[in-house]
Structures are given as structure tokens and as C-alpha cells.
T-cell receptor, first 119, second 112 residues
Framework: GAVVSQHPSRVICKSGTSVKIECRSLDFQATTMFWYRQFPKQSLMLMATSNEGSKATYEQGVEKDKFLINHASLTLSTLTVTSAHPEDSSFYIC???????????????FGPGTRLTVL | QKEVEQNSGPLSVPEGAIASLNCTYSDRGSQSFFWYRQYSGKSPELIMFIYSNGDKEDGRFTAQLNKASQYVSLLIRDSQPSDSATYLCAVKPGAGSYQLTFGKGTKLSVIP
């Protein structure tokens, strides 16, 4: 498998502030990471693909200027929600892409998630 | 548009029974298929993957793949209340991309 951490696990902020979420791959170097968002009782929604050393690829409808992604190293990707508003309140989850080896196919492993509440 | 379809449930089974979760996909070129389990309020956890036609067993879990029918299933034997969760089917389109297409998930409830 893969060990993925996210920090913070929970954050409450005021409307208009910015929040940074960190995603770390703890046991291997991840060239590719993904950021998802999940609203209550809804399915996962892919926000963007984060590639080390290059610009993130955003899904249609996701504002790149609002959700800033930086993948500056092979073990760390960050998601910054800028000027957060109550409608940005959600569960944000990152995943790392682990390439195939003898035992596995290319696989995604998820971090524990960050619950964001914007007041 | 590539789609992955799952019955949203809830699927209720008694403790000790076999739970059968089904998934169909639209992209015939898909190569790898994954089952994730997501407990309420938690992130998805990989249970198993399959990429060859037939069955693949891992403990109480069996994944079944039929590429001709574009159908993948997950069987859970001797279901336990701790298996109660939402099960997500995910499909990887092919080589060169790590991106997965997820179904909306089936909620399983195992009744003691």
C-alpha cells in the first residue's frame, strides 16, 4: 500500500480567509497526487491532478485561482483555498498515485481527509 | 463520457450472509478495476483491485470481473456489522494515466 497523511484533519475558519491543506506521501516518492472534494452524502469529486514540478491540471468547473495547488516536492502537495466562503465547506481528500510493481497495478491511496468548515 | 454505475442502495444483509455489490462501466478499454470502502466521515480505503477476467479472492472478499459484459462485482462472505460502509467502484481507463473514474457508491448495512 502507501501511507498518506493530511494536515490539518479539521479546520474552522472565517469567511474571506485562506486555508492551506498539506498532503504528504510518507513511504514513497509520489510524482502524481490528486485532490478530491466530497460534500455530505455525495460522491467523490475530482478537483485536480497535481504533478511534481509542474502546474496542476484542474477539472472543468474548478476555479484554479481559488484552489491553489503546489506540488513542490515528491512527498508534499498543498491545496490552498483562497478567500474561503461557507459554500467551500466540505471534506477535502488527497490521494497519491503509486506506480505498478510486481504485486500491484497503478493504484491510488487516499489520505485521511481534511474537514473544512467556513463560518 | 466514461461512466461507472452502481446501485446506491442501501443494501441490507443479515450478519453472516454474503453481500453482493455490483458495478458496470461504459469504457470498454478500461484495464484495472478497484473496490474502495468508505466509512461515514472517513476517506476511502482500498480493499482490492482486479484486472483479469474471472475471480480474485482476498480473505472474505472476492472481486469478479467480466470485461465482455463490462461488469465488476464484489462479494463479501460472512458479512459483519463492521462491513457496514459505502463501497466505491473505481475504473482506471488504461496505461499512461493514474486517474480513476468512481461510481457513486453502494451503501451496505449489515444487520446483527
Amino acid at each position: 500500500g502507501a501511507v498518506v497523511s493530511q494536515h490539518p484533519s479539521r479546520v474552522i475558519c472565517k469567511s474571506g480567509t485562506s486555508v492551506k491543506i498539506e498532503c504528504r506521501s510518507l513511504d514513497f516518492q509520489a510524482t502524481t497526487m490528486f485532490w478530491y472534494r466530497q460534500f455530505p452524502k455525495q460522491s467523490l469529486m475530482l478537483m485536480a491532478t497535481s504533478n511534481e514540478g509542474s502546474k496542476a491540471t484542474y477539472e472543468q468547473g474548478v476555479e484554479k485561482d481559488k484552489f491553489l495547488i503546489n506540488h513542490a516536492s515528491l512527498t508534499l502537495s498543498t491545496l490552498t483555498v483562497t478567500s474561503a466562503h461557507p459554500e467551500d465547506s466540505s471534506f477535502y481528500i488527497c490521494s497519491v498515485a503509486r506506480p505498478a510493481d510486481f504485486y500491484n497495478t497503478d493504484t491510488q491511496y487516499f489520505g485521511p481527509g481534511t474537514r473544512l468548515t467556513v463560518l | 463520457q466514461k461512466e461507472v454505475e452502481q446501485n446506491s442502495g442501501p443494501l441490507s444483509v443479515p450478519e453472516g450472509a454474503i453481500a453482493s455489490l455490483n458495478c458496470t462501466y461504459s469504457d470498454r478499454g478500461s484495464q484495472s478495476f478497484f473496490w474502495y470502502r468508505q466509512y461515514s466521515g472517513k476517506s476511502p480505503e482500498l480493499i482490492m483491485f482486479i484486472y483479469s477476467n474471472g475471480d480474485k479472492e482476498d480473505g472474505r472478499f472476492t472481486a469478479q470481473l467480466n470485461k465482455a459484459s463490462q461488469y465488476v462485482s464484489l462479494l463479501i462472505r460472512d458479512s459483519q456489522p463492521s462491513d457496514s460502509a459505502t463501497y466505491l467502484c473505481a475504473v482506471k481507463p488504461g496505461a499512461g494515466s493514474y486517474q480513476l473514474t468512481f461510481g457513486k457508491g453502494t451503501k451496505l448495512s449489515v444487520i446483527p
